[in-house]
Every structure is written in C-alpha cells, then in structure tokens.
C-alpha cells in the first residue's frame, strides 16, 4: 500500500476533523543565531474555520499539555529522590 502525500500546501488542505477550510490566523518570524549563522524561521498558525471544531482543538490540546506537565513534575520528583539517594549512598560509602 502506497501513501499519496498531497500536493496541496498546508493550509490549503481541509480540516481533518471537520473538513472545514482552515485559514492562517497569525503569521510570525524569528532570527536564531546558531555558532556560525543566523536562521530565519517563519511561523504560522493555523486554525479551522469552524468555531466549534477549532474550540475542541483547543481544548484536547489543553488536556494534553496537562498531562504533560503531570508527568514531567513527576519525574522532576524522581529524578531529585534519586540524587539524594545517590548522594546519600555515596556520602556513606566515603565515610567507610
């Protein structure tokens, strides 16, 4: 089975939830000096035409940076139990 990439630009091609037309809500650029040049980065954002579909968007993407930020507190907790049970455990090594 072959997949077909469109031809189509990005923002030209439908919602895929809806199948609405999208439209670019905002339009940014931004310059990053790398050790040997600088990059221009052009930025869009896109968005469903369809209030309600773009809304849902909006929601499940809220719902997964919270889940995102739960996991990552959680192995922010991990990660500080294991140092100090490292520390603690090379502290009693020096000490015999």
Request: with cysteine; proline share 3%.
């Amino acid at each position: 089975m072959t997949n077909r990439v469109s031809s189509m630009p990005y923002e030209d091609q439908p919602c895929e939830r809806c199948g609405s037309p999208k439209r670019i809500s905002k339009k940014w650029t931004e310059i990053l000096t790398t050790f040997h040049s600088t990059s221009k980065l052009e930025h869009m954002k896109i968005v469903c035409t369809n209030s309600v579909c773009q809304e849902a968007f909006e929601e499940n993407l809220k719902k997964d940076a919270e889940k995102r930020d739960v996991v990552r507190l959680a192995k922010e907790e991990k990660d500080k139990l294991r140092k100090a049970n490292s520390l603690l455990k090379s502290a009693a090594r020096a000490k015999n």
